[in-house]
């Protein structure tokens, strides 16, 4: 089964050859753990799992890397600003270490509620320095490197491919992008690798190094922790479009610099959420959490199916009214897929149309994860009457590997008391053959919300929703 990607690289939409058969490495860059995420960063980690699920659809074994980093991240991507974590600490008045453990445990119950099927290798900076170290000392022996003060900055004019992958002319990009300040540098391309005291004296989390005390610049990490575990050459990796200019640009740096050779074979990027026509950011002042949408009675499920009803490489405007849209047809998807589990008698579908739906499933979401496409393929299954119910049960489940809304837990809710009164009523009606009174108990319950269908070994209910 073949699989296609837009390559941030080639700008184009490629097919996907892995570097060695059946296999994928995977980064995908993670959290920053100074502060909850917010919705905004989980679309990010929502399209990466897609990404992950459909190579494991494809049969692929893929091994999917994420880091924490829990220092190092300035304030701008950049090297502007204040330490995050330090920030942090002062705000919560807490270590910085306490900062980064609670901020991570929440972080991956967020990704658990959103069902993401967690990486196989969690890797966290502070527990790789010298590992970084070692790569930056690589750097200086290549000649890709010059120290100041006490910092150790990468020398972006001796990588002659410096911005290839946002594919901006080098110097002028950088002035426009990045206003920055800090006069050691040779080129406001350059960036840190090391920290030394020299730019917070009052650093908490700093370790020895060859270069004084202080700590890694942020970019760093990726370079040294993804060769650490997925080698020098690496299939996919992946992010948020805001970190094409920057982040991922000085790793393709470091790490083509120092290996002198390409790195990443696909690189992809996921656009923005946005809220008011402003990109959900915390310095924006804009963010939601998980829990914000828990308190006005959504469950992370239906932000969800949000982040699959928009392609990833567009934008996906947050509304309340979007989310309570996405609830909707989340849950009457859940009660017709109820209607279906439940359903008894024999199958007679075609095998031929649930190939087609099986093909149209498939092409939609292996062509740069076509969600919006693979939902439409799903509702059309799920309203099509020569379709048996069993049928359907058994497609949404195969649909659900790369969906993942957790079809197979779905659990019917219970009915208010006089509604199973009444289904109770029907059925007793229906015995005795009352069909008439049985007819005008169904509409009842119709107007009540609740759908009865008979079927020639009884009779089921769902419950109907705005959409229907
Ligand atoms: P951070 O924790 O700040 O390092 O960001 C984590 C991830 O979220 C990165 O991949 C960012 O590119 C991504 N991200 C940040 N803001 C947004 C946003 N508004 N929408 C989508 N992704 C975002
Ligand atoms: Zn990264």
């Not at 004019?157 to 800090?182: H, I, P, T």
């Not at 270069?211 to 060769?227: D, K, L, N, Q, V």
């Not at 982040?247 to 790195?263: D, P, R, V, Y």
């Not at 049985?438 to 269908?453: E, F, H, M, P, S």
Request: a negative charge; one cysteine or more.
């Amino acid at each position: 089964m073949d699989i296609y990607f837009f390559n941030t690289l080639s700008r184009q939409v490629e097919k996907f050859t892995p570097l060695q058969p059946g296999k994928v490495g995977f980064y995908a860059c993670g959290p920053t753990v100074y502060s909850s995420a917010h919705i905004g960063n989980l679309r990010t980690y929502v399209f990466e799992d897609i990404v992950r699920r459909t190579l494991q659809a494809a049969n692929y074994e893929v091994q999917h890397v994420m880091n924490v980093t829990d220092v190092g991240h300035l304030e701008s991507d950049a090297d502007d600003g204040d330490d995050k974590m330090s920030l942090a600490a002062q705000r919560e008045q807490k270590s910085p270490w306490e900062i980064a453990k609670a901020y991570e445990k929440r972080f991956f119950a967020d990704c658990e509620a959103l069902h993401l099927l967690p990486p196989n290798v969690i890797c966290r900076a502070t527990e790789h320095i010298e590992l970084m170290q070692q790569f930056i000392e690589g750097l200086q022996q290549k000649g890709l490197t010059y120290e100041v003060d006490g910092n150790v900055y990468y020398s972006t004019s001796q990588f002659e491919q410096y911005g290839k992958l946002w594919g901006g002319g080098r110097n002028q990009d950088c002035q426009q992008a990045r206003v920055e300040s800090d006069p050691r540098k040779q080129n406001p391309c350059d960036f840190v690798l090391w920290f030394s005291q020299s730019k917070f004296p009052h650093q908490i989390m700093k370790w020895p190094s060859p270069w004084g005390e202080g700590f890694p610049g942020w970019h760093i990490e990726c370079s040294a922790m993804a060769s650490r575990y997925l080698g020098e050459r690496i299939d996919i990796h992946a992010g948020g479009i805001d970190h094409v200019s920057v982040h991922h640009t000085n790793e393709i740096a470091q790490s083509e610099g120092l290996f002198g050779h390409k790195w990443v074979n696909y690189w992809l990027h996921g656009e923005f959420l946005v809220l008011h026509k402003e990109k959900m950011a915390k310095s924006q002042g804009n963010t939601l959490t998980l829990q914000t949408l828990r308190d006005h009675g959504f469950d992370p499920l239906h932000y969800r199916y949000l982040c699959l009803t928009a392609h990833y490489r567009k934008q996906l405007l947050f509304s309340w009214e979007a989310l309570q849209g996405a609830k909707n047809s989340f849950e009457a998807l859940k009660n017709r897929a109820l209607s279906w589990k439940f359903a008894t008698g024999t199958s007679q579908t075609s095998a031929q149309l649930l190939q087609q739906y099986r093909n149209t499933f498939w092409q939609a979401v292996a062509h740069d994860l076509g969600t919006p496409s693979a939902l439409a393929c799903l509702w059309d299954l799920a309203k099509d009457q020569t379709v048996s119910k069993q049928d359907k049960w058994t497609l949404i489940q195969e649909f659900d590997q790369i969906l993942g809304l957790g079809v197979a837990s779905f659990t019917r809710p219970q009915l208010e008391p006089h509604l199973q009164k009444l289904i109770d009523e029907r059925q007793h009606l229906r015995q005795n053959k009352q069909w008439q009174q049985a007819d005008q108990l169904r509409d009842q319950l119709l107007q009540q919300g609740v759908q009865v269908q008979d079927t020639p070994t009884g009779s089921d209910w769902y419950l109907c929703y705005r959409d229907e």
